[in-house]
């Protein structure tokens, strides 16, 4: 590995972006946060434990988790993005869902749904990451049970370097071999609930990367837990 | 709603008060904050008590419509967000989000602000789409003032991006040209409850109105839109009444607008 590559951004190679975290921006909802990782900034709302409609996909034995990630229209690198679901927002959506039911605890609320909205106003890689993180701060926020919260993190390989949260200028700097590997982590017990990777690597590399990222993702889930005890005003350490 | 609230919020109007404190006659305080998304070409946001909303422009280079070939393209599109209020839902378009995207289009259009003229790069062939977004994060009433508002802010703020020698737009670079903006046309809606006009009502007040009135104002004296909503008819002394409410509330808001960049 090559530790003579230099970010663009002058990070260092395990450096996120400046994170900034907000609890309960969204006054109807029933908890939400802002997550903002450099560029890329999410909003998540959520809604319930509430009726789930049509009936059928009500489960008698637990609550359901449902998120629904969404880019707004003008948060693209590009072009202007349709409104409305995609192939690419619906997977999204569903590794979302995946990377945050193991820390909930839905069993009380029996036939019912947590709808859990996110929305990004303006994007710069790692988006799905961003929107996992607010959807956890928000999930914490609307008063649900939860065993930790959930941080996420892209790590990658550019050059030959494995460097932590790639901005967009990276994730494009690397024609043949770079590699984008979105992370969640619950960090108490150092669980993966969200792995999933674009481009080579080597088998080697993977576990490599995998623990390079842990103490980044640990690092986001206190900044997670400080816009918490802001809200709510008590401290780190507090056992209320 | 239930109906304890409705009659409450009538009483209390009946009073020449709102269950906020503002008289009938008054917005709440509003902000605006411009050019704070990186990746869109301009944005605004705009909070007005518990509400808050979000504009972002998108520029880009069409093919133009057969029958203006010389003509730039204004797109305006509202998403009334189910993140933003537990009454919206995920799914098409409803008709609530159609209506509020028409009537904000149609002050920006017929306000003839724009040149659309000076859109166009190549007669039939290229010319400047811009698409203006408006979408709640805070739904609290009033969205059709306050995106209406937002877009003409995120519109004022926007830059053109970059375009290469083979026209192609460069989206990371951003030039310092703006959108010639002659006019800055101000959305006001007069909402009747019970007897009594009122402009900004929150969410709950939007409720309890029978019928609303939408008056774009191009300046101090003319009307370039208007969109009548809700089921109960109005009197041509009422509509007086509503246009006279609308210049005035238009012309402070207008003026909050100049202030920003």
């Given at each position: 590995m090559s530790e003579e590559f230099e970010r663009p951004s002058k990070r260092k190679l395990d450096e996120t972006r400046p994170i900034e975290a907000e609890a309960g921006v969204i006054k109807k909802a029933d908890g939400s946060a802002r997550f903002k990782i450099g560029d890329t900034e999410a909003y998540a709302a959520v809604y319930g434990p509430r009726e789930l409609h049509p009936?059928?996909?009500?489960?008698p034995k637990t609550g359901i988790l449902r998120c629904n990630y969404s880019m707004l229209?003008?948060?693209?690198?590009g072009s202007r993005v349709r409104p409305g679901p995609s192939r690419r927002s619906k997977e999204i959506s569903l590794v979302s869902e995946k990377a945050l039911?193991?820390?909930?605890?839905?069993?009380?609320?029996?036939?019912t749904v947590v709808d859990v909205f996110i929305e990004l106003p303006?994007?710069?890689?790692g988006s799905r990451c961003a929107g996992i993180c607010a959807a956890s701060i928000a999930l914490a926020d609307a008063g649900l049970m939860m065993k930790d919260m959930v941080a996420a993190v892209s790590v990658g390989q550019v050059r030959g370097a494995m460097i932590i949260d790639l901005d967009g200028e990276e994730e494009h700097m690397d024609e043949n071999e770079g590699t984008d590997i979105p992370v969640a982590l619950i960090p108490s017990t150092e669980q993966i609930t969200l792995l999933q990777g674009d481009g080579i690597v080597h088998r080697n590399n993977l576990i490599k990367a995998i623990e390079m990222v842990k103490p980044a993702l640990k690092k986001i889930a206190e900044e997670q837990r400080k816009a918490l005890h802001k809200k709510y005003n008590t401290q780190i350490g507090d056992q209320k | 709603m239930n109906q304890e609230m409705m009659e409450h919020i009538k009483q209390a109007l009946k009073k020449g008060?709102?269950?906020?404190?503002?008289?009938?006659?008054e917005f709440r305080k509003i902000s605006i904050e411009t050019g704070f998304l990186s990746t869109a070409e301009g944005s605004a946001r705009v909070k007005c008590g518990a509400a808050e909303v979000l504009a972002g422009v998108k520029m880009a280079i069409e093919k133009p419509y057969p029958d203006t070939p010389e003509d730039g393209m204004l797109m305006v599109n509202a998403e009334l967000l189910p993140l933003s209020n537990p009454e919206f839902e995920s799914g098409p378009p409803s008709i609530a989000s159609i209506e509020t995207a028409r009537v904000i289009d149609r002050g920006i259009r017929e306000s003839?602000?724009?040149?659309?003229?000076?859109?166009?790069?190549?007669?039939?062939e290229k010319a400047w789409t811009i698409a203006i977004d408006v979408v709640p994060v805070n739904y609290d009433g009033n969205l059709i003032d306050l995106g209406g508002l937002a877009a003409v802010a995120a519109l004022k703020s926007a830059k053109f991006p970059f375009v290469d020698k083979e026209g192609v737009v460069d989206y990371h670079k951003r030039t310092d040209k703006g959108v010639d903006m002659k006019f800055f046309p101000i959305p006001v809606t007069v909402s009747k409850i019970g007897d009594v006009l009122v402009v900004d009502p929150t969410d709950e007040e939007e409720k309890a109105a029978e019928s609303r009135l939408t008056i774009t104002c191009l300046d101090d004296e003319k009307i370039c839109a208007l969109q009548k909503g809700g089921s109960n008819p109005f009197t041509a002394d009422e509509i007086e009444k509503m246009v006279e409410l609308a210049f005035a509330r238009a012309k402070e808001i207008r003026a909050k607008l100049q202030e920003v960049k």
């Open positions: 009936r059928f996909l009500q489960d229209p003008f948060s693209g690198d039911i193991p820390v909930m605890n839905l069993e009380d609320y029996p036939n303006q994007t710069d890689a | 008060t709102r269950l906020d404190g503002r008289r009938p006659d003839k602000t724009m040149d659309t003229k000076g859109l166009c790069i190549e007669k039939g």
